[in-house]
T-cell receptor, first 113, second 110 residues
């Protein structure tokens, strides 16, 4: 069975631009969560979606947003990019998000110049 | 909020050696997972282990939920075991929010 697919794998953007990242979860998984990984802060939770609804949100500014579609695919958007947004963005899928394990995608490495 | 501490932060082993990685957490959890992050950044799920013991080949894990710790054992280490090992927990009401430790960076030398 296919794993979690994230696109694109690599991205270079300029400060002030916006970016959209995509995540396709494992078939049948309804929970998708997003994480940001940086050398200084480690892995930090951005938000979680279940059945097209955001259930939980981490401590990030409003420039970071997301959505989930009816087929459980999810996108996250970062507007007005800053240099500090350079990071590895990982998404994870789970059957229900609680009481089940999470499977991560390969990530999108975003560089802001 | 819940705290997750991993030890040691760094570990250097000779190929063939055994090791134990530890994860302490500060409150009750309903999910605990161990991940291995490879050099390309992907987090590989090793164990989903909120309690008890599991084994998968050369790796095994034990979680003692009542004492709030988990251990990951790596036996007969290989160079391909190198990378960062993360423990992550999830607690009641925090759907999707895995709290990660800072990781143990393992280097296995040939």
């Amino acid at each position: 069975k296919a794993g979690v697919t994230q696109t694109p794998r690599y991205l270079i953007k300029t400060r002030g631009q916006q970016v959209t990242l995509s995540c396709s979860p494992i078939s049948g998984h309804r929970s998708v969560s997003w994480y940001q990984q940086t050398p200084g802060q480690g892995l930090q939770f951005l938000f979680e979606y279940f059945s097209e609804t955001q259930r939980n949100k981490g401590n990030f500014p409003g420039r970071f947003s997301g959505r989930q579609f009816s087929n459980s695919r999810s996108e996250m958007n970062v507007s007005t990019l800053e240099l500090g947004d350079s990071a590895l963005y990982l998404c994870a899928s789970s059957l229900s998000g609680t009481g089940h394990g999470y499977t991560f995608g390969s990530g999108t490495r975003l560089t802001v110049v | 909020g819940i705290q997750v501490e991993q030890s040691p932060p760094d570990l250097i082993l000779q190929e063939g050696a055994n090791s134990t990685l530890r994860c302490n957490f500060s409150d009750s959890v309903n999910n605990l997972q161990w991940f291995h992050q490879n050099p390309w950044g992907q987090l590989i799920n090793l164990f989903y282990i909120p309690s008890g013991t599991k084994q998968n080949g050369r790796l095994s894990a034990t979680t003692v939920a009542t004492e709030r710790y988990s251990l990951l054992y790596i036996s007969s280490s290989q160079t391909t075991d190198s990378g960062v090992y993360f423990c992550a927990v999830n607690y009641g009401g925090s759907q999707g929010n895995l709290i990660f430790g800072k990781g143990t960076k393992l280097s296995v030398k040939p």
